[in-house]
């Protein structure tokens, strides 16, 4: 199986200037899309909470400018 990405990994390497096995830029490949997919959920539950209202009733007893109830 290595000599079928032997061409992939050879021109990868000319590009890069590392000298890596496949495994390394699958690994990279691997942790930017972790990395991006994240990104993108923890964007959405951002979004989400700032369109549900959860953000504004948070109550802050340490406030002093709340009402004391």
């Known amino acids: ?3 079928f990405f032997a061409p ?3 021109w ?3 590009i890069t200037g ?3 096995s496949i495994h390394g830029y699958i690994a990279i ?3 930017l899309i972790g990395v991006f997919a994240l990104y ?3 964007l959405y ?3 989400l909470s700032h369109r549900s209202g959860h953000d504004e ?3 802050d007893y340490r406030d002093p400018r709340q009402d004391l109830k």
């Open 8 to 10: 992939l990994t050879n």
């Open 12 to 14: 990868l390497n000319g």
């Open 40 to 42: 993108l959920g923890l």
């Open 29 to 31: 490949l691997l942790t």
């Open 45 to 47: 539950l951002l979004r």
């Open 18 to 20: 590392l000298d890596i």
């Open 1 to 3: 199986m290595t000599e």
């Open 57 to 59: 009733i948070v109550y």
